[in-house]
């Protein structure tokens, strides 16, 4: 069974070596994502990218990074996801974020 709904997807770029409260950064924010009860969540580690610094992070054999693109990308209504604005807000001291309008097709009877 499928449905549609409008939604939003949260995109924060960070990098992988970033940490908050001890622990790796993206892993926090699953947790508080988790713990907030938002829809989704996904981590994606990069191979290739540069941020504000405009340093080349790369997993080319000969140029070996060790502070890959992170990419967490949670998905669930605005309003939802303002709830974990204020934690990003204080341990993203790095990085960026998009929030964009989205069309969220589900699978299966959730």
């Known amino acids: 069974m499928e449905t549609r709904e409008k ?14 409260g001890g622990k790796a950064l993206y892993e926090l924010i ?6 907030l009860h938002l829809a989704s ?10 941020g504000a610094d405009s340093e080349i992070h790369t997993a080319k054999i000969l140029r070996l990074s ?3 693109p992170i990419i967490v ?3 669930d209504t605005e309003e939802n ?11 993203v ?6 929030l964009e309008k ?5 699978y299966g009877d959730r």
Do not use: N, Q
């Open 66 to 68: 060790d502070d890959m």
């Open 41 to 50: 969540v996904s981590v994606t580690r990069g191979i290739m990218g540069y």
């Open 73 to 75: 990308e949670i998905i």
């Open 7 to 20: 939604g939003k997807l949260l995109r924060i770029f960070i990098g992988e070596t970033d940490r908050a």
């Open 102 to 106: 989205v069309e969220v097709i589900k």
């Open 93 to 98: 001291k790095d990085g960026f974020a998009t």
């Open 81 to 91: 996801l303002e709830t974990i604005l204020p934690y990003l807000d204080e341990w």
């Open 30 to 35: 699953v947790l508080k994502a988790k713990e």
